[in-house]
Every structure is written in structure tokens, then in C-alpha cells.
């Protein structure tokens, strides 16, 4: 009689759908590709400004915070407030819409951050 795999047995099943090869959960409720690591930063915030894919509309970038998603969610709240404008979080970046790179890097600055100007 042949041994059970130690990889759980289960070669195909229709109860749940698509199964993650990595945790065995359905893909639907897979923890572990939610998950990606922020690359390391190197303690410096660089504010940059982008128009990129927005139909010439310009926005301010912040990256670089070694922050956690609430931090930098509550850190973007704040920033957007100063300038008066909106904006969001994503994968990191703190964009905010319009040209505020001096009234950005004055006020993280003001927090103790590092800062350059990244960008023309």
C-alpha cells in the first residue's frame, strides 16, 4: 500500500473552486498573495511629480516612508488636508492631487522625515 504524500492528498475537488498552491486554501480566501513586502527603504522620502496616465493632470508623490498601512494612510490624510486638495494611499505612494511639492516637503520636514526632490 502506497504512504500518503505529506503535501495533504488532495488531488482535485469542486467543493471550494481553486485552490492556492501554496497555504491549500481557496483562492477566495488565500492569505498569503495579499501579502507583498514593501521593498526596503533607504530612509530618505522622495516627493516627485507625476502626470503619467492621467490625462495631464498632475499629482505629488511621496515615497520612501518606512510607515505601516495605517500610519501611511493617517500621514496622507494630513498631507492632503495642508494642501487642500484629495489624493489617496496606494501600495506605499501617497498621492495627492495637484502640484504641491514644496508645501509637501516643508511639512514632512517639519515631522523629521528626510526629504529630497525627486524628479525634473
Same mark, same amino acid.
Given at each position: 500500500?502506497?504512504?500518503?504524500?505529506?503535501?495533504?492528498?488532495?488531488?482535485?475537488?469542486?467543493?471550494?473552486?481553486?485552490?492556492?498552491?501554496?497555504?491549500?486554501?481557496?483562492?477566495?480566501?488565500?492569505?498569503?498573495?495579499?501579502?507583498?513586502?514593501?521593498?526596503?527603504?533607504?530612509?530618505?522620502?522622495?516627493?516627485?511629480?507625476?502626470?503619467?496616465?492621467?490625462?495631464?493632470?498632475?499629482?505629488?508623490?511621496?515615497?520612501?516612508?518606512?510607515?505601516?498601512? #495605517?500610519? *501611511?494612510? !493617517?500621514? @496622507?490624510?494630513?498631507? %492632503?488636508? &495642508?494642501? +487642500?486638495?484629495?489624493?489617496?494611499?496606494?501600495?506605499?505612494?501617497?498621492?495627492?492631487?495637484?502640484?504641491?511639492?514644496?508645501?509637501?516637503? #516643508?511639512? *514632512?520636514? !517639519?515631522? @523629521?522625515?528626510?526629504? %529630497?526632490? &525627486?524628479? +525634473?
Amino acid at each position: 500500500m502506497k504512504a500518503k504524500s505529506s503535501s495533504g492528498g488532495l488531488v482535485y475537488s469542486t467543493e471550494s473552486g481553486r485552490m492556492c498552491p501554496v497555504c491549500r486554501q481557496p483562492v477566495d480566501r488565500c492569505k498569503c498573495s495579499s501579502v507583498k513586502p514593501r521593498p526596503a527603504s533607504d530612509g530618505i522620502v522622495r516627493v516627485s511629480r507625476e502626470t503619467k496616465g492621467r490625462a495631464g493632470k498632475g499629482v505629488t508623490l511621496v515615497k520612501g516612508l518606512a510607515l505601516d498601512d #495605517a500610519a *501611511l494612510v !493617517a500621514l @496622507g490624510k494630513q498631507l %492632503k488636508t &495642508a494642501c +487642500g486638495s484629495g489624493g489617496t494611499v496606494k501600495e506605499g505612494v501617497i498621492e495627492v492631487q495637484g502640484d504641491h511639492c514644496e508645501r509637501v516637503m #516643508a511639512l *514632512l520636514q !517639519a515631522q @523629521g522625515h528626510k526629504v %529630497k526632490r &525627486a524628479g +525634473g
